[in-house]
């Protein structure tokens, strides 16, 4: 059984950076693919981010791009998501989840319902 874990979150200005981990243990990520996701208060999840077991493939929620890269290290297990130039738009809970059925890496594969696995989320907070 898969489980993941998010570690990284905080409180930071606006304009900083930082980098969430989703590591994964109980079976390797070269057999998921894994997305980001978030969920501010009294708001739906939303996805953020994804990327296929290869790393080859990724893509991004329009608000996120240009400052947000997922990235994953085979060797740990583990998927990033480097968070930089943070908007208070961006606080939210982060969740990351994974799912060996992803086929797609178009903008299906920021769907929630797409994805099996759920680690408990990390808090983003940006705010002077």
């Known amino acids: 059984q898969l489980q993941l874990v998010e570690s990284g979150g905080g409180l930071v200005q606006p304009g900083g950076s930082l980098r969430l981990s989703c590591a994964a243990s109980?079976?390797?990520?070269?057999?998921?693919?894994v997305a980001w996701f978030r969920q501010a208060p009294g708001k739906e999840r939303e996805g953020v981010s994804c990327i296929s077991s290869s790393g080859i493939s990724t893509n991004y929620e329009d608000s996120v791009k240009g400052r947000f890269t997922i990235s994953i290290e085979h060797t740990k297990n583990t998927v990033y998501l480097q968070m930089n130039s943070l908007k208070p738009e961006d606080t939210a809970r982060y969740y990351c989840?994974?799912?060996?059925?992803?086929?797609?890496?178009?903008?299906?594969?920021?769907?929630?319902?797409?994805?099996?696995?759920w680690g408990q989320g990390t808090p983003v907070t940006v705010s002077s």
């Open positions: 109980g079976d390797s990520l070269d057999y998921y693919g």
């Open positions: 989840a994974a799912d060996p059925h992803i086929l797609g890496f178009g903008s299906s594969c920021m769907l929630p319902e797409k994805y099996e696995y």
